[in-house]
């Protein structure tokens, strides 16, 4: 065989046994959803859809869903539009203190976000709100917003001042130019930050946990469950929770070509 | 867009002054469009503009030229109101605009990016400004392929992505939306500087062609000299923050007003006045006394003669010039239609000559050659 043909398969072998270590772990959960048994075992014995109608007949798992959902949700959207206004003082405008905003909005993505869990917990309390998934939405804000932040920043690096200016020289007011030029350009930026701000909020562990209060989100169950009182509904809730983020990852990658045969057709 | 077309003269460098003096007056109709009086710009201590004052006829083409760092972007930000100035007036007809907001003014700006909205198609660039003014979309579509016929592009690239222009393309698709526009004024900050030679030449005859066409005033600021020189009635060269000199192209190239407009202004061969004693010298050449007296020059006088390449030519044996030296051809470069030499006099000073093709010598390295020119074909600059 021709040496550079091993080296070949070697790099194959090596990228599916990569695959496989990221990928088994969730593959499992899936059999142990669609398994009688209580524990997951292998082989499978007998196949079933039961915890899944279980699931989604139960109370519980649909007030889970709609919790986590709406904190998602609700935090995708401020992240989008604070992420936006954030990411022109980042990297659009110059202005006195823009390093030092550079670096006070980069600090909460390095905290632990145990302690930045707790430190929130404290304040409310001290401030005296009840924490509820009301809450842990800020919370979430307070580490998300900076990433969204960060992700539009990227693109408003690549942006360039001239097209500002010549909007206004063609008679644009702020908000014209706003509207007609800045966001369009920038879109593509605060679509990906809202996709990765509901991501990192849907399955958000650490920051609920200090901050929901009484409520319960999605990740939080989970770990309930795990801790004490193991359900065979775990797996099942787990693989429903992965098939959300799936389904919003595929619409945001269908997106992209479908709005663009719309304009072309649009144009035409 | 009914303005008459200006009037221009052929250019040639047969009689260079009394075209100058033909081009003085730029149009037969001619009233200031912009007039710029006194004005002054400093960032952070810096003096950017220092005190600029200008008149701008309807209908002109006026080139502004200077080194990286004369002033020349700041002052055509100023103009359009990108930037506020710290002091002066800016008057547009007969309103003053200084201090009306860019979005305001009548003035439009191609911009050396060109800024062209990724975003848009061709066709939605060009309609821009009419979409801001709140134009009917049928009637903004209209007018979008009238002008891309104007500026020369086929009318299906209206719903063509930027993206897929080219260069040359692009430039005319900012061109047509800056006319779209309708500006008073039509500003240039060096949209031609990113395009290879070629097709900036193209370009730049086209420009000129537009501008006799649409009857515009139009200010093109450009490090390009020659640019300057093929598209516009009258050029001013900046120098720190100052207009050194303002005039016709041809009088700024035949009759710099100093040493830096001189070098500026291409190739040029300088000899400074010795100024010592009763005689009339300069470095490097020696002055035939009777031509001298005759051209006015007097003893005393201090400052450069100067002669274009193109002024001055290689001497047969015993031919006679008002100004000659002797020197050794170092080498020869031929540039299409003309040949350059470059002779290496006795004192180190190196003259360029160059010909037309046909006028071109043979010689040998190391040959002595006689190289001369005639006072009529000089200019003096006399020093400030």
């Known amino acids: 065989m021709h040496p550079s043909n091993v080296g070949r398969i070697g790099l194959y072998l090596y990228g599916i046994l990569i695959l496989a270590f990221l990928y088994l772990p969730l593959v499992a959960i899936g059999f142990a959803s669609v398994s009688t048994s209580r524990y997951l075992s292998f082989p499978i014995r007998q196949y079933t859809t039961q915890w899944y109608a279980q699931a989604l007949e139960s109370g519980t798992v649909s007030d889970l869903l709609w919790i986590s959902l709406q904190v998602a949700a609700i935090v995708t ?4 539009v604070l992420g936006f206004f954030g990411a022109l ?5 110059q202005w006195r203190y823009r390093r030092l905003y550079q670096k006070l909005i ?17 304040w409310f309390n001290a401030v005296g709100i009840t924490p509820t998934w009301h809450t842990a939405i800020i919370a979430h804000l307070v580490w998300i917003a900076p990433i969204a932040t960060l992700i ?4 408003a690096y690549s942006f360039d001042p001239a097209l500002e200016e010549a909007a206004r020289d063609m008679g644009c007011s702020t908000w014209q130019i706003l509207r007609e030029v800045t966001l369009p350009l920038l879109m593509p930026g605060v679509v990906a ?14 920051l609920s946990l200090f901050t929901t209060g009484a409520d319960l989100t999605l990740p939080e169950w989970l770990y309930a469950k795990m801790v004490s009182g193991y359900s065979p509904l775990v797996p099942t809730v787990g693989m429903l929770s992965v098939a959300a983020s799936i389904v919003l990852v595929a619409i945001a990658l269908a997106l992209p070509p479908l709005i663009n045969r719309f304009t072309r057709n649009s144009s035409d | 867009m009914n303005i008459a077309a200006p009037v221009r003269l052929p250019a040639g460098k047969a009689d260079l002054s009394r075209q100058a003096e033909a081009l003085r007056p730029t149009h037969m109709n001619a009233q200031p469009i912009l007039r710029v009086v006194d004005l002054k710009k400093t960032f952070d201590g810096f003096t950017a503009l220092d005190s600029v004052n200008l008149t701008v006829d ?14 020349k972007t700041t002052l055509i930000r100023l103009l359009v109101g990108m930037e506020e100035q710290t002091s002066g007036e800016i008057w547009l007809r007969d309103s003053r605009i200084d201090n009306v907001p860019a979005n ?11 800024a062209l909205f990724p975003h848009r198609s061709v066709g939605e660039n060009i309609e821009f400004p009419l979409k801001i003014r709140g134009v009917d979309p049928a009637l903004r579509r209209a007018r979008a392929l009238e002008l891309l016929d104007l500026v020369r592009l086929p009318q299906h690239y209206y719903g063509k992505r930027i993206q897929q222009c080219s260069g040359g393309e692009r430039q005319r698709v900012a061109l047509a939306r800056a006319l779209a526009f309708d500006p008073e004024i039509l500003f240039f900050d060096e949209p031609l500087s990113a395009l290879d030679f070629r097709l900036r030449k193209m370009l730049e005859k086209e420009l000129k062609d537009l501008h006799q066409r649409t009857g515009k005033t139009f200010i093109y600021i450009t490090h390009s000299l020659e640019e300057a020189m093929v598209m516009s009635d009258r050029i001013a060269i900046m120098r720190s923050g100052r207009f050194e000199q303002l005039g016709p192209a041809e009088e700024i190239y035949a009759k710099p007003k100093s040493r830096f407009v001189a070098e500026f202004m291409g190739e040029v061969n300088l000899f400074r006045a010795n100024g010592n004693g009763g005689t009339v010298s300069f470095e490097h050449v020696t002055v035939d006394p009777a031509a001298a007296a005759k051209r006015g020059l007097r003893p005393g006088f201090s400052g450069d003669l100067m002669a274009r390449p193109e002024s001055v030519r290689l001497l047969k044996p015993g031919e006679r010039a008002d100004v000659m030296a002797t020197g050794i051809v170092e080498s020869e470069y031929l540039l299409g239609s003309r040949v350059q030499y470059l002779v290496r006099l006795a004192s180190g000073y190196k003259v360029t000559v160059e010909l037309s093709r046909e ?3 043979t010689w040998e390295p190391g040959q002595s050659m006689g190289v001369g020119f005639d006072l009529d074909r000089a200019h003096l600059i006399q020093e400030a």
């Open chain 1, 77 to 80: 959207v401020i992240s989008m």
């Open chain 1, 89 to 93: 003082a980042f990297a659009r405008y």
């Open chain 1, 106 to 122: 980069l600090l909460p993505i390095f905290f632990p976000q145990s302690v930045l869990g707790l430190a929130l917990l404290m």
């Open chain 1, 152 to 155: 539009i920043a990227i693109r």
């Open chain 1, 193 to 206: 930050a809202g996709l990765f701000s509901f991501l990192l909020s849907w399955g958000n562990f650490p």
């Open chain 2, 58 to 71: 309807d209908g002109e083409f006026l080139a502004i030229v200077g080194p990286s760092g004369s002033g």
């Open chain 2, 104 to 114: 305001k003014r009548p003035t439009c700006m191609v911009f050396q990016s060109l």
């Open chain 2, 359 to 361: 006028n071109r010598v």
